[in-house]
């Protein structure tokens, strides 16, 4: 190992490397983490642990094969080291040499009490670990090399050889579409960057030849990773920008377009993220503030991005202002990180997160873990009970739901979603309309199914919010402002209590408002959120030619009075088969599917 050149490749790595620390959140989140790191106390709680562990457990002596918590994640965790990057920054800054300490003690522990075997495969020897825990030596050795001996530097290395050659041998094919396989070869990449005899050449043009199979299959072309999960693709994201920004500091060419890749996938993820700072806790992933983590990303970003996001191969639709966020997803099931989701609605209006997702709490097999991923724990809608995805583990389903297709129109004032889904029983149409200067979200969803049926809709509340039953609507209040729900007649509405996860190893009680309501071959039922109160009414609508009012399921008229304004609402579900199909509500002609009408303006869509 030619240690001069290696020193010589650490000096250029590290002089192009980003400031330890963002801002004074970040630095003393560094530091606390650190000093406990020096007691032996481990918590894993930054916001993209992946399985985070907010708990603090510490050791005597470390055993790397030991789950503090009885679950098994926290061995993952532990043996990925990200930590050490922690502890490299507060030396780099503070000059204290118990950090450095520390982090010695810690590695080449790891080193000598830890060598492979077989029986670790599923502890501290998995293959995702290896490849970030190669990840954090590489990252947090720029901030430290300088203190190194050349004994100590060529353990560590010897070790990474090690760790790479594993990755080689131990690499599956189904790992090219998996976060799996990027995060060992970003793990290999920088190693192998740094280190240019560290391995074989082959095994380098192979780790290379890999990471274009992967950036060729991962992402959808909106910029969305293929398994549907906002932490796992940031967790693919920084692994590609750890490679690119090592390959620009050490003058190595990328044969792919690696920044261009990045780009999309920053675009991606900037709608993954609230307008408070939060990742938006879709399918696997935790509730937490992201924003510090994204700022990093700066020379990624475009200027100026739009409000809506179209996300046609993914399925995600998206509004984002800086006060308002409606999603709805409707795509392919992606991996096991997937929940059982489809029409899924978050709901963010005027600060306040109103509507959102179930949360994971656990990978460990149980009736949690399978709640928790299953249809009644997001807002989507049921038919008789029958969920339209069934869970059948941690990982896998007995059979998943289609997605049938999605529209997105915008106009100055408002956005409409569309989106249809099916199982084989039944078929769910849900229209979103969002009034953009009130902060009024309808939701109207439509099924057809053959015979007597129920519909059941589940709405999730935000577990922050108190839901009161008022006159005429559902109160919601939260911490700064209040959200009002209103349900048309004809159906049984009620709360019910249900559990929730916002963050990795934390439970919680939340409230879900159930919508449920009989039909005969079609059903169709509406509600209304705002950020304001509202006087809801529904309207009497004529069809041309007949004296019987159309049934709602046909053509449904209501209006929307706040403070400021009035809106009527038009919606024919389906297309007119027996009389005329023209409309009527007092002097307005209606044919559209959806009409909304504001200050004698009238817009129609599809």
């Known amino acids: 190992m030619d240690l001069t050149r290696l020193k010589a490749n650490l000096a250029k790595y590290s002089s192009k490397q980003q400031m330890p620390f963002l801002n004074e959140r970040e630095r003393k989140a560094t530091y606390l983490n650190s000093n406990l790191l020096c007691s032996n106390i481990f918590v894993f709680k930054k916001p993209l642990d992946m399985e985070a562990c907010y708990i603090p457990?510490?050791?005597?002596?470390?055993d790397w094969n030991r789950a503090m918590n009885a679950d098994e994640e926290w061995i993952f965790m532990l043996n990925r080291h990200e930590y050490l990057i922690d502890l490299s920054k507060v030396y780099s800054h503070s000059k204290d040499e118990k950090y450095l300490a520390c982090w010695k003690r810690l590695v080449f522990d790891w080193i000598e009490r830890n060598p492979f075997s077989e029986e670790k495969l599923r502890t501290s020897w998995r293959t995702i670990d290896t490849g970030i825990r190669c990840s954090s030596w590489v990252k947090s050795l720029q901030h430290i090399y300088e203190e190194l001996r050349d004994d100590e530097l060529q353990t560590i290395f010897d070790s990474l050889k090690q760790q790479v050659l594993f990755l080689k041998n131990q690499y599956l094919d189904r790992y090219t579409l998996s976060n799996w396989g990027t995060l060992q070869i970003a793990g290999?990449?920088?190693?192998?960057?740094?280190?240019?005899d560290l391995v074989p050449e082959e095994i380098v043009k192979w780790a290379w030849a890999e990471l274009e199979r992967q950036c060729d299959i991962q992402f959808h072309g909106d910029g969305v990773h293929w398994e549907q999960s906002p932490l796992y693709h940031f967790e693919v994201l920084f692994a590609l920008v750890a490679i690119y920004r090592t390959a620009q500091a050490l003058g190595i060419p990328i044969s792919l377009d690696l920044k261009g890749l990045i780009e999309h996938a920053v675009h991606g993820a900037y709608y993954m993220i609230y307008p408070n700072g939060y990742v938006v806790p879709q399918h696997d992933s935790d509730y937490v503030f992201v924003q510090d983590v994204f700022d990093r990303l700066k020379e990624f970003q475009q200027p100026?991005?739009?409000?809506?996001?179209?996300?046609?191969?993914?399925?995600n639709f998206i509004y984002k202002t800086e006060k308002d966020f409606v999603s709805v997803w409707n795509g392919r099931h992606g991996s096991g990180h997937a929940h059982a989701s489809l029409g899924h609605l978050n709901l963010f209006l005027n600060g306040e997160r109103v509507l959102c997702d179930s949360g994971r709490f656990t990978y460990q097999e149980g009736p949690v873990r399978n709640f928790l991923k299953s249809a009644q724990?997001?807002?989507?809608?049921l038919v008789d009970e029958v969920p339209f995805m069934s869970v059948k583990d941690s990982w896998s389903y007995h059979y998943v739901g289609k997605a049938l297709g999605n529209r997105v129109k915008e106009t100055a004032d408002l956005i409409v979603m569309e989106s249809t889904f099916s199982y084989t029983t039944y078929m769910v149409q849900r229209t979103v309309v969002f009034i953009k200067k009130e902060g009024i979200a309808i939701v109207i969803d439509h099924v057809d199914s053959e015979g007597s049926h129920t519909m059941k809709r589940f709405f999730q509340v935000n577990p922050k919010m108190k839901v009161s039953k008022q006159e005429g609507c559902w109160e919601l209040t939260g911490k700064r402002n209040k959200a009002y729900t209103y349900f048309l007649e004809n159906a049984n509405t009620y709360c019910q209590d249900s559990i929730f996860s916002d963050i990795y190893n934390r439970l919680s009680n939340r409230t879900t408002l159930i919508e449920e309501k009989n039909f005969e071959h079609r059903g169709i039922s509406t509600a209304i959120f705002s950020a304001n109160p509202l006087v809801v009414t529904k309207h009497r609508i004529e069809q041309c030619g007949s004296e019987e009012p159309p049934a709602d399921e046909q053509f449904l008229g209501l209006r929307l009075e706040s403070n400021s304004a009035v809106y009527d609402v038009y919606f024919a579900a389906n297309d007119t088969v027996k009389g005329e199909r023209v409309y009527k509500h007092n002097d307005v002609h209606l044919y559209h599917k959806l009409t909304v009408s504001h200050n004698d303006r009238k817009v129609t869509f599809f």
């Open 57 to 62: 457990y510490s050791f005597q002596e470390i």
């Open 188 to 196: 290999i990449l920088q190693a192998v960057m740094l280190c240019e």
């Open 304 to 315: 100026n991005l739009p409000e809506l996001f179209i996300g046609e191969d993914s399925g």
């Open 377 to 381: 724990s997001h807002s989507t809608v």
